[in-house]
């Protein structure tokens, strides 16, 4: 037999063998996809960014539609507008999406924390972080190599000239990019809402607190004992606030008494005060 | 049996296939970036490489060979692999969901890698038999996963070294990939 032909045979037949082997198991192992899915993932803005909680867009988009538990208002930098049709196309309750943004729960400047240890290694807070927990005196606070401003993926942070990071509150998306990445777990989503919050994330005691740091929670309880509300607590010797209770809240008199101001107004507060 | 071993052995380390025969660097340098990817993306190819070499087997020794067409080799397996990604594919994501969503898009960057095609065409060059092209397979694919689980293993410590800015990325990967090639051409003539 001449062997043209039988090339032509023999790819055709292999080719057509995939072809059908291929086809046959289409049809057998068929996925009823859900065509809801694929319009859920045109809605969200595709940037891949992960602040859901899923791997990617096209995986919350099967998890909103197939799980119920799942809620429509995840997509941080879709906010309201995509929490909304995405609740409308699988049926759920849109709750209010509330804008949230990067706090640093740390005020310990250069000049303000004291610094015990040089520090001449890779500039990275993790790296940093390893060696006796860093250069500073607190081991709870800022280490100021900017972990979050690499990582932040819209640019909203800088390092601040007083060696702390300075969050950009109209760039913020609350992705919360930064807020996974910092070794010392100090910086928080706050809502635009909340009226106070503390910051600091020092758990030493108020005397050595004070030592290292002049902006610390030192603990004292001024701020719990002057909130008719209840909304501020104490925790191994740093305030904490509720921001639940907190948010109605227009007094500022938890704010007057801190010795240390390390309790202070995210929101104008004094502003607010006026108008109610 | 010490034929079978020494065939095994030698794949997954003196003739490591990214290591020292420089296949599958695509994959190599892509996925090493993350070590849980890397242990996905190694069992992927394991076994794909291992179920397209059968196939392979059989069609060179069983069509190709006897009609003379052996010149036909590369062309065949490479649409025999390609589909056979796509069949598996299909297969798994019907009846191992898990498995599918641990390896969902490592499958398809497998469809037309220079590894994958590699070892079903040394397989019938070598003329082994088909035991041994199976274990030839399983040990190139174990070999592999190692180079990559090692170098992301690497990579992952990586991130905390002082690198100089114009090595940084995918320049320091491939001096530590030398050295790790450099550190596998010590196990040549073992066997």
């Known amino acids: 037999m001449n062997t043209p032909v039988m090339i032509v045979v023999v790819l055709v037949g292999v080719g057509a063998f995939f072809g059908i082997v291929l086809a046959m198991a289409n049809k057998k192992f068929a996925m009823e996809a859900n065509p809801l899915i694929e319009e859920v993932e045109d809605i969200l803005p595709k940037g891949q960014c992960g602040a859901c909680g899923y ?83 607190c081991k709870f606070g800022c280490i100021g190599f900017g972990n979050c401003v690499k990582a932040c993926p819209f640019g909203a942070l800088s390092m601040g000239a007083d060696g702390l990071p300075v969050v950009a509150k109209d760039i913020c998306t609350g992705c919360g990019k930064c807020v996974q990445t910092c070794p010392q777990s100090i910086i928080a989503l706050e809502s635009f809402e909340a009226p106070v919050e503390v910051a600091c994330s020092s758990h030493d005691k108020g005397a050595v607190a004070r ?22 607590k104490l925790e191994k010797n740093l305030a904490v606030v509720d921001a639940e209770i907190c948010r109605e809240c227009t ?22 005060a006026k108008t109610a | ?46 076994s794909v490489m291992t179920m397209s070499s059968i196939l392979a087997w059989v069609v060179y020794f069983f069509v190709l060979q006897p009609l003379g067409l052996t010149f036909l080799t590369t062309i065949v397996f490479v649409v025999l692999t390609a589909s056979f990604v796509q069949l598996l594919e299909l297969v798994i994501k019907k009846q191992a969901p898990a498995l ?27 003329s082994y038999s088909f035991l041994k092209s199976i274990v030839f397979a399983i040990g190139s694919g174990i ?13 992952e410590k ?24 450099l550190a596998f051409l010590g196990f040549s003539g073992m066997l």
Request: hydrophobic share 50%; proline share 5%; charged share 15%.
């Open chain 2, 143 to 155: 070999g592999f996963a190692l180079a990559l689980i090692l170098m992301a293993s690497l990579r």
């Open chain 1, 55 to 137: 791997a990617g867009c096209a995986k919350y988009a099967e998890a909103v539609v197939e799980d119920p538990a799942v809620p429509p208002n995840l997509c941080v930098p879709g906010k309201a507008a995509v929490a909304q049709k995405v609740a409308e196309l699988t049926g759920k309750r849109a709750e209010a999406t509330e804008p949230k943004y990067a706090f640093l729960k740390c005020r310990g400047t250069k000049t303000a924390a004291l610094v015990t240890a040089e520090y001449e290694g890779v500039p990275d807070c993790a790296a940093a972080k390893l060696i006796l927990g860093g250069p500073k005196g």
């Open chain 2, 100 to 126: 599918y969503n641990m390896w969902g898009i490592y499958l398809l960057l497998i469809a037309t890698n220079c590894i994958v095609l590699a070892v079903p065409i040394l397989n019938v060059e070598n």
């Open chain 1, 251 to 272: 007094e500022a008199a938890c704010l007057a008494k801190c010795p240390t101001k390390a309790i202070g107004d995210i929101v104008n507060i004094h502003a607010m």
């Open chain 2, 1 to 46: 049996m010490a034929d079978y071993l020494a065939l095994f052995v030698g794949a997954v380390i003196i003739n490591n296939f990214v290591l020292t025969k420089f296949l599958g660097l695509c994959i190599f340098f892509g996925i090493s970036k993350n070590l849980s990817a890397s242990v996905g993306m190694g069992m992927a190819v394991t």
């Open chain 1, 211 to 232: 030592k290292l740091c002049k902006n610390a929670c030192i603990g004292c309880g001024m701020c719990m004992r002057n909130c008719a509300h209840g909304a501020i």
């Open chain 2, 158 to 181: 990586l991130a905390y070294a002082d690198v100089p800015k114009p090595l940084q990325g995918i320049g320091i990967a491939f001096i530590l990939a030398g050295m790790l090639s």
